[in-house]
């Protein structure tokens, strides 16, 4: 064990003038010290190589709309992982649902019910009004562009919104149509089809 006292000194250079504060306490080094220093290096590093590993490869998936290989990617990373990796990937998978959250508005609006394999209704709780109205005003922008590019092109487009009663298939043509030019855009309501147009 080697023990060194830090003591007063003056540095001069041509550039600029730097005093070194008075240290009191001994430095001290360790062989347990260094460990632990190497350990906690080297626990750093290998959470970097797999935060660059999962953002690389993962969002690469994403971007790409391949969710199946997302799912495949993320269980040989599970399986080959240590049991205190897996700690720190279930913590890097934490924040980023929180980072995700702060982005994207309440987390509440994205809680799945538990039976929403059943084909129910897919969400614990309705959207809040502030987030319906932030992505409602994004949606209904992409239309405009819509409707933009099909009168510069001429184009004819129809949209058919078919569901059941009480489905609210008026109410999202309400939405719909809220921003869309009337001169451009008509809104036809259509019979049940009868048994011979059903085929």
Do not use: C
Request: aromatic residues 6%; positive net charge.
């Amino acid at each position: 064990m080697a023990r060194r006292a830090k003591a007063t000194s003056k540095t001069t250079t041509a550039k600029n003038t730097e005093k070194v504060e008075k240290v009191t306490d001994d430095y001290i080094t360790s062989q347990e010290g260094i460990e632990k220093y190497e350990e906690s290096k080297h626990e750093e590093e290998s959470k970097i190589s797999k935060k660059e590993v999962i953002d690389e490869v993962l969002l690469k998936d994403l971007k790409e709309g391949n969710i199946d290989a997302v799912s495949e990617h993320l269980q040989a990373l599970i399986h080959n992982t240590s049991p205190d990796d897996l700690e720190k990937l279930k913590n890097l998978f934490a924040q980023n649902m929180l980072a995700n959250t702060v982005k994207t508005g309440n987390k509440k609006d994205d809680q799945l019910s538990p039976d929403w394999r059943s084909g129910a209704y897919p969400y614990k709780n309705r959207m809040s009004r502030k987030n319906y109205e932030k992505q409602k005003y994004h949606l209904q922008v992409e239309l405009l562009k819509l409707q933009k590019w099909v009168r510069d092109n001429g184009e004819k487009l129809v949209i058919v919104f078919e569901g059941r009663d009480a489905a609210g298939k008026g109410g999202t043509i309400k939405r719909f149509m809220e921003h869309l030019n009337p001169r451009g855009a008509k809104v036809i309501a259509l019979e049940k089809p009868t048994e011979r147009e059903q085929g």
